[in-house]
């Protein structure tokens, strides 16, 4: 899987992607396309190298590394309530991992999304 990850940052998520392999390519764009389909009004930008959306802070971030794909979803109880969803995939703290012949399904990405949204919606809600 050639990730280009040791070049520099790239300035915007097309960028990230057409740096992808094409099979890594298709699975961070169907990736991309559920996060924008849940959070439309989400910001999309590149913070700390990778793809990152932020809705009232950080909401969820993608990367490609030489192994496997990883959907960052900055929230350990959003990923512990979708634990029996997950089951079959690599967790690690806040991280999924998936596989370009694995990927994780549109509808629980979307679900993931709007989970976190809720989350930083009351965060912000309660300071």
């Given at each position: 899987m050639n990730t280009k990850q040791n070049s520099?940052?790239?300035?915007?998520?097309?960028?990230?992607l057409d740096a992808l392999t094409q099979e890594v390519k298709?699975?961070?764009q169907n990736l991309r396309q559920a996060i924008i389909a849940a959070a439309p009004q989400a910001q999309e930008l590149i913070s700390y190298r990778i793809p990152t959306y932020k809705y009232h802070g950080a909401l969820v971030?993608?990367?490609?590394h030489p192994q496997h794909c990883s959907f960052i979803t900055a929230s350990k109880?959003?990923?512990?309530?979708?634990?029996?969803e997950l089951k079959?995939?690599?967790?690690s703290g806040t991280t999924i991992h998936f596989t370009p012949e694995k990927p994780l399904p549109k509808e629980l990405?979307?679900?993931i999304v709007r989970a976190r949204m809720t989350e930083n919606e009351f965060s912000v809600k309660n300071r």
């Open positions: 520099p940052s790239y300035p915007t998520v097309d960028d990230y298709y699975a961070m971030h993608f990367q490609a109880a959003v990923v512990d309530s979708f634990k029996l079959g995939y690599k967790v990405v979307m679900k």
